[in-house]
């Protein structure tokens, strides 16, 4: 299977599969397309930290290692077509849709669900019709509540110890062979937003795909400073 950012390899073992990071950049529903060298290796050693951080912590998630720089090994995963975006300061479609100010503090976090449908641009849902979509069952749900509030706190928490804001971010979900809820997808720069917290600058402190998204430049050496600053954490830890 291939995808804007990610392509799917079967494994020998069927409870498996080997994901290739690939260094396609996507936005506004692939609207905006382009080529960043470096990116896939990036946000898979990025993806794979924080996935291994998120186990160390007890959530499930679909990482199983790393196989390269560019290519893991995961759970083989029914994916869920729905997007859980959670958010701790206000901005992007937040501050477009709703008068809500750029940069207030969301406390308790703001948790958004999304249709995942590119043909139909990833709708947001209501509770009323996610259950009429009925795409997955109400313990699945509440578990995905759960699940995705305890990522916010442990994440959050984590990038404040690297001088960065983790201003909001948006998870997929699956089912594994054996049937058990894993958080998928990836982790990155690519669906997370980073502001670096000893910038001001509303521009110059935008450490993710923002950078892209509002051609702003320096796209990679945004996702290389989260990962350096990862690696810098991990080298310490050891
Ligand atoms: N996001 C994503 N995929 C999407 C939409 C959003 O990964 O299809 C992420 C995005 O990177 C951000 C968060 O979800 O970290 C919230 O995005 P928002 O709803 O503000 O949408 P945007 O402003 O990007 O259109």
């Known amino acids: 299977y291939e995808g804007k950012a990610k392509r799917i390899f079967a494994c020998e073992n069927p409870d498996r599969v080997l994901i290739e990071f690939k260094n396609n950049a996507t936005a506004f529903n692939a609207k905006k397309r382009s080529e960043i060298k470096g990116k896939g290796r990036l946000n898979c050693k990025i993806s794979a930290s ?15 290692e790393l196989h390269s720089e560019t290519f893991m090994f995961a759970d083989k995963v029914n994916v869920i077509p729905l997007e859980v975006v959670i958010r701790n300061i206000a901005t992007g479609s937040l501050c477009r849709e709703t008068p809500i100010n750029q940069g207030e503090i969301l406390n308790p976090p703001l948790l958004d669900l999304y249709y995942k449908d590119d043909q139909l641009g990833d709708p947001i849902l209501t509770e009323e019709r996610l259950k009429l979509l009925d795409i997955l069952t109400d313990m699945q749900l509440e578990e995905v509540y759960k699940i995705t509030r305890s990522v916010n706190k442990i994440l959050k928490e984590y990038f404040e110890s690297l001088d960065l ?6 998870l997929e979900f699956g089912t594994n062979t054996s049937g ?17 917290k000893k910038i001001s600058d509303p521009k110059e402190r935008i450490l993710d795909k923002d950078r892209f998204r509002q051609d702003l430049g320096g796209v990679l050496n945004a996702y290389e400073e989260i990962l350096k600053r990862i690696e810098k954490d991990s080298s310490n830890a050891t």
């Open 180 to 196: 058990k809820l894993v958080v998928a997808d990836e982790i990155s720069p690519d669906n997370c937003r980073f502001w670096d």
């Open 165 to 170: 804001l983790l201003v909001d971010f948006k």
């Open 50 to 64: 924080l996935f291994e951080l998120l186990e160390l912590n007890g959530i499930p998630t679909h990482f199983i």
